[in-house]
């Protein structure tokens, strides 16, 4: 295969058993140095860790926390924001298994609330939102109401 002037002929391919020869050797020597560098290298990851350990855990820590926190305001945030719907849509059901279930739990509940008020002198509705207490759902929203009205100036 001989090329032209303007184009080298190229090199002749390698010797398998050379390259493999050469391979076994470089990976030998690699692992000969990994097992002499051994001890020096754990001194130092042990170093290492004893000096970096305490401020990982203590910011693994302060992460886990705020992934905490974070996660438990989106929840409060869907509760603030759906949590009246949601409750009346459990009265709802409750009812409709069981109405005489329904009336008794209510009138315990009302019962507890009364009691509440007799030993503490507040009413418990105080620690909760007014419109998860007093279950006060906003008015029906007309969707459809403007459609067809501004036709002319859209």
Same mark, same amino acid.
């Given at each position: 295969?001989?090329?032209?002037?303007?184009?080298?002929?190229?090199?002749?391919?390698?010797?398998?058993?050379?390259?493999?020869?050469?391979?076994?050797?470089?990976?030998?020597?690699?692992?000969?140095?990994?097992?002499?560098?051994?001890?020096?290298?754990?001194?130092?990851?042990?170093?290492?860790?004893?000096?970096?350990? =305490? +401020?990982?855990? @203590? !910011?693994? *820590?302060? /992460?886990?926390?705020?992934?905490?926190?974070?996660?438990? &305001?989106?929840?409060? $945030?869907?509760?603030?924001?759906?949590?009246?719907?949601?409750?009346?849509?459990?009265?709802?059901?409750?009812?409709?298994?069981? =109405? +005489?279930?329904? @009336? !008794?739990? *209510?009138? /315990?509940?009302?019962?507890?609330?009364?009691?509440?008020? &007799?030993?503490?002198? $507040?009413?418990?509705?105080?620690?909760?939102?007014?419109?998860?207490?007093?279950?006060?759902?906003?008015?029906?929203?007309?969707?459809?109401?403007?459609?067809?009205?501004?036709?002319?100036?859209?």
């Amino acid at each position: 295969m001989g090329g032209s002037p303007s184009i080298p002929s190229p090199p002749p391919p390698p010797d398998p058993r050379e390259v493999s020869a050469a391979n076994s050797a470089a990976y030998r020597e690699n692992v000969n140095t990994y097992i002499s560098k051994l001890p020096e290298m754990a001194a130092v990851e042990n170093r290492l860790r004893a000096q970096y350990m =305490p +401020q990982q855990r @203590a !910011l693994e *820590r302060q /992460l886990s926390a705020l992934d905490q926190q974070s996660g438990i &305001q989106a929840g409060l $945030q869907l509760e603030r924001q759906y949590g009246p719907q949601r409750t009346l849509e459990g009265l709802r059901r409750a009812y409709e298994q069981s =109405p +005489q279930a329904y @009336a !008794l739990n *209510r009138g /315990l509940g009302d019962q507890m609330t009364r009691q509440f008020a &007799q030993l503490y002198g $507040q009413s418990p509705y105080g620690s909760v939102e007014e419109n998860v207490a007093m279950n006060r759902q906003p008015g029906p929203f007309d969707f459809y109401g403007t459609i067809g009205t501004n036709i002319s100036n859209p």
